[in-house]
């Protein structure tokens, strides 16, 4: 069983920059095959923004590439998602997902909103 906790959200301004964290909870971390973030707007579909392999390979949606960066603590299973730059259409809420085994576990979601 994978439980994700995340925090960090939030309202700023454009051109403002929030952290997201996703604390997973996992017997064997060794099991975790990647980490990520997706989100989801308003009449949209779920998203990947960025995930990060166990392996440390990275990627990111071509939107948010030189403004956001997803990095990870393994020592305390989690991870970050730094987002620069922040734009009205990064509205939305954010998921921490993990792939644990090759299952999909999801957080909770935490808002995001973009405005002035």
């Known amino acids: 069983q994978v439980q994700l906790v995340e925090s960090g959200g939030g309202l700023v301004q454009p051109g403002g920059s929030l952290r997201l964290s996703c604390a997973a909870s996992v017997r064997n971390i060794f099991n975790i095959n990647a980490m990520g973030w997706y989100r989801q707007a308003p009449g949209k579909q779920r998203e990947l923004v960025a995930r990060i392999t166990s392996g440390g390979t990275t990627n990111y949606m071509d939107s948010v590439k030189g403004r956001f960066t997803i990095s990870r603590d393994s020592t305390e299973n989690t991870v970050y998602l730094q987002m620069n730059n922040l734009k009205p259409e990064d509205t939305a809420v954010y998921y921490c997902?993990?792939?644990?085994?090759?299952?999909?576990?999801w957080g909770q979601g935490t808002q995001v909103t973009v405005s002035s």
């Open positions: 997902n993990a792939l644990y085994v090759y299952r999909d576990y």
